[in-house]
């Protein structure tokens, strides 16, 4: 079974510029989630998606940052324009349920330096 | 206010003993709690989950308690090896399908 793929692995942009991360999931899971990873933090949820629905998005700041999965497959998220404070990793996890019990895989992330 | 710590940052030990991680949570009531490994520039891969209902779940030379009245997990690697060294990260998750909330994680170092 292929797991989550992530482009690109690595990006470094100037500030106010935009930048695009793309994601594709494990076939056949219906959730996708994208987290940010500060050097030093666990990963933090920025979105979810269920099929091509929002489930949450409540730690999104929504004034930089956008993120869609339009057919219900591959998702893109989108930062414009980019802060010093975003360098990051990016990471995307997919997931299905099982009895209610959910497993995530993630994928290996996109490092993100903005200068 | 919501948090989850993890005991240390960093823990140091000999090849062949046993490693006891701990995440401790305040004002959550997972439904669930698992513990991800992380390795430099990779993503978290699943270990273990536990119920909020279990006490122990154990996985070859891995074991997890959880203990809700103290608010506490420990995470415990047995025989310890060098391939163990990794960033080891608690998460909970407050009902089924919902995102994980992560700690910072414990960076794992075992010594031959």
């Known amino acids: 079974e292929a797991g989550v793929a992530q482009s690109p692995r690595y990006k470094i942009i100037e500030k106010r510029q935009s930048v695009a991360f793309w994601c594709n999931p494990i076939?056949?899971?219906?959730?996708l989630y994208w987290y940010q990873q500060i050097l030093g933090q666990g990963p933090k949820l920025l979105i979810q998606f269920q099929n091509n629905g929002v489930v949450d998005d409540s730690q999104l700041p929504k004034d930089r940052f956008s993120a869609e999965r339009l057919k219900g497959v591959d998702s893109t998220l989108k930062i414009q324009p980019a802060k010093l404070e975003d360098s990051a990793v990016y990471l995307c996890a997919s997931a299905h349920s099982t009895g209610g019990q959910e497993t995530q895989y993630f994928g290996p992330g996109t490092r993100l330096l903005v200068l | 206010s919501q948090k989850i710590e993890q005991n240390s940052e960093a823990l140091n030990i000999q090849e062949g003993k046993t490693a006891t991680l701990t995440c401790n949570y305040t004002?959550?009531?997972?439904?669930?709690l698992q513990w991800y490994r992380q390795d430099p520039g990779r993503g978290p891969v699943f270990l273990l989950l536990?119920?909020?209902?279990?006490k122990e779940k154990r996985k070859e030379r891995l074991k997890v308690t959880f203990d809700t009245t103290l608010k506490q997990s420990l995470f415990h690697i047995t025989a310890s090896q060098p391939a163990d060294s990794a960033t080891y990260l608690c998460a909970l998750e407050e009902q089924a399908g919902t995102a994980l909330i992560f700690g910072k994680g414990t960076t794992l170092s075992v010594s031959s």
């Open positions: 076939s056949g899971h219906a959730t």
């Open positions: 536990i119920r909020e209902n279990e």
């Open positions: 004002n959550y009531s997972p439904a669930y």
